[in-house]
């Protein structure tokens, strides 16, 4: 897609140039020849600071900058669904088109990109995100997302991969066959028990309500909650048990999974999982499901069998323990498992370390003591990373690397085999937070469940004496403009990344996650209409009677209406802010801070001298942001 403004033709033959990733995916970096215009930034005490002059057929042209014009261009080109670094770089590939650059300003722009491209932890954050705005509303949706998937904390920016590829091509060619089998197989025979299929005692009449739960299971579409009340509540072990021993893909076969151990393990996992509002084993079961599902699309192109059956065991165990508190909180509690954990990734940490304590401790229930030590290294390994990679304050930062694999290794499998660890991550990620693209009532439903939570911890936190977290607040949470910046910011990227990689996500997930997306947002409008009549209404109720107008002391006595909740205005960012402030001010500071920028773009030209502006006394001082 071309940037609005941009122009795509440069003069002489373009080369590509490696290494350059922009955040469309598509490299436009290429070498020109052409005729060069010498430019420098320079100064004017009686106007505004910041000009341009440009020699062009011996004639000298300046071109002042107004603030006003410097804001109109940065919310015009600035793309909020971006971070600020790749906000600069889509600037910095704009100017690559251009027809009159030197050699040295052209390679000056791609080293910017390159090291721009090397950004820290949260770089990735989109610009909308660290942008403050005037209501609450706007800040705590912010804060929450802010908060819960980059680590940085209300906008501020504080803040190997272990794996072993085993990758069988041939196996993964023949999974698209054996899930078609398994389909035409996916009810048990009538000759068959039925108790070889569900891993606990049941009757005929409840496992037939079980099979027909479970006979959509590779549907992206599929809701768990009709095999919650199927199973009694045993979702996970239904599931889980279904899913390693499908009829085509035998993982429990192919790997010597003792059949009584499973069903033990499967027990174990499940009663593991406490009756929280939304970390529940019904949220695992979900995750399982999608996971699989995602599998069947494409994954099983990518992946091993062994990886996949990690992979769907990870979805199993993601939240095993889960006390429906935030990492968050258990660090600003000093809980147990804070102080376990050392504050890092500290659920994600006690998932991980609980299964395997747990099966270290008892025998009966450890699935994978008939492995040999490779494939047992291989799994554990995966299932830490998997596990580890589900802390939500790690998003940004993985869907940054993962955007960059994609864009290095493109949709051919062969290319993934030493990089699946990040896929069958990414994959776990985004089912983890795929529920708001599923079906609208399905998505509703795990919304609600997730602010029940939310708000639990809200309380807990208030009876603590806690900072009460973004969101957490039951008596000012907003659930649709939360939803629609979760959406908007977290699972859409997400899914349209794995789409690039899986042509079917992109096709089968993302109309759903729209059709969600505008359900949130007219709930949203329309409590933003409801808003907007509650204030008029107080407005009104406030008036003076007899509309007769206060006295001026009145006046100066009125306290001021406070900002409506629907008026969200958006301030300026700091980095719009400093780029204006250099524009609109003639200070000696900023006089000297332009200088030295323009000194250091253009000290690769011989023929081009420093400003002696930097070397006057008395412009010492730093210039602060």
Not at 121 to 143: C, H, I, K, R
Not at 152 to 180: C, I, N, P, T
Request: charged residues 20%; negative net charge; hydrophobic residues 35%.
């Amino acid at each position: 897609m071309k940037r609005a403004g941009s122009d795509d033709t440069l003069s002489g033959p373009p080369s590509p140039v490696h290494g350059v990733r922009t955040p469309s995916r598509r490299s436009i970096l290429k070498e020109s020849s052409g005729n060069y215009s010498p430019r420098s930034i320079g100064s004017n005490s009686n106007a505004n600071l910041l000009s341009l002059t440009e020699e062009s057929h011996g004639t000298m042209k300046t071109h002042q900058i107004t603030p006003e014009e410097a804001t109109s261009i940065l919310d015009s080109r600035i793309l909020e669904n971006l971070s600020p670094a790749e906000n600069a770089i889509m600037m910095q590939q704009d100017l690559l088109n251009s027809t009159h650059l030197t050699k040295e300003e052209r390679i000056s722009i791609i080293y910017t990109i390159q090291v721009l491209q090397a950004d820290p932890d949260g770089a990735g954050v989109p610009f909308a995100l660290q942008t403050e705005y005037e209501d609450e509303m706007g800040d705590e949706v912010n804060d929450w997302l802010l908060q819960d998937f980059s680590g940085l904390s209300s906008r501020s920016e504080k803040k190997h991969r272990s794996h072993m590829s085993m990758k069988s091509l041939a196996r993964g060619v023949l999974f698209a066959l054996r899930v078609q089998r398994s389909l035409e197989k996916s009810r048990p025979n009538i000759t068959d028990s039925y108790q070889n299929h569900i891993p606990f005692d049941c009757t005929q009449e409840e496992a037939d309500e079980i099979f027909a739960a479970l006979s959509s299971i590779e549907e992206w579409g599929w809701d768990v909650r009709p095999l919650v009340a199927a199973t009694k509540g045993r979702p996970l072990q239904a599931l889980g048990y279904h899913v390693l021993k499908r009829d085509g893909c035998n993982f429990a076969e192919q790997f010597s999974l003792d059949n009584a151990t499973l069903k033990r393990w499967l027990e174990l996992v499940e009663t593991s999982y406490t009756n929280t509002k939304y970390h529940n084993s019904a949220h695992a079961a979900d995750v399982l499901q999608s996971v699989f599902s995602i599998i069947c699309m494409e994954g099983h192109r990518y992946l091993s069998e062994i990886e996949q059956m990690a992979l769907v065991m990870a979805a199993m165990v993601h939240d095993m323990g889960h006390d429906g508190m935030s990492n968050i909180f258990h660090k600003n509690a000093l809980t147990q498992r804070a102080l376990d954990h050392n504050d890092q990734s500290i659920q994600e940490n006690f998932h991980a370390a609980s299964l395997f304590t747990r099966m270290a401790a008892d025998e009966s229930v450890n699935i994978f003591k008939h492995l040999s030590k490779q494939h047992f290294t291989q799994i554990r390994q995966i299932l830490i990373h998997c596990l580890l990679h589900t802390d939500m304050s790690k998003h940004f930062v993985n869907l940054k690397e993962f955007k960059g694999m994609i864009d290095a290794k493109g949709q051919v499998p062969d290319e993934w085999v030493d990089e699946s660890d990040v896929l069958m991550a990414i994959v776990l990620h985004t089912a983890d937070i795929g529920a708001q693209a599923k079906p609208v009532n399905v998505a509703k439903y795990w919304a609600q469940c997730c602010m029940q939570e939310f708000w639990e911890q809200g309380d807990k936190e208030k009876e603590l004496g806690l900072p009460i977290s973004p969101q957490c607040n039951r008596e000012s949470a907003n659930v649709p403009s939360a939803q629609v910046g979760f959406i908007k910011y977290i699972v859409q990227p997400s899914f349209e990344a794995l789409g690039d990689l899986f042509p079917v996500v992109q096709m089968t997930c993302l109309p759903m996650l729209k059709n969600t997306l505008s359900h949130w947002q007219q709930q949203e409008a329309n409590d933003k209409e409801a808003a907007i009549r509650k204030d008029d209404a107080a407005l009104a109720a406030s008036s003076t009677p007899n509309n007769t107008s206060p006295v001026a002391g009145d006046l100066q006595n009125t306290t001021p209406l406070p900002l409506p909740q629907h008026a969200r205005v958006r301030r300026q960012s700091m980095i719009h802010k400093n780029v204006i402030r250099m524009v609109s001010s003639n200070t000696p500071e900023i006089t000297r801070a332009i200088s030295e920028t323009s000194d250091t773009l253009i000290r690769a030209g011989p023929t081009k001298e420093r400003s002696n502006s930097a070397g006057q006394e008395g412009q010492h001082d730093e210039v602060k942001g």
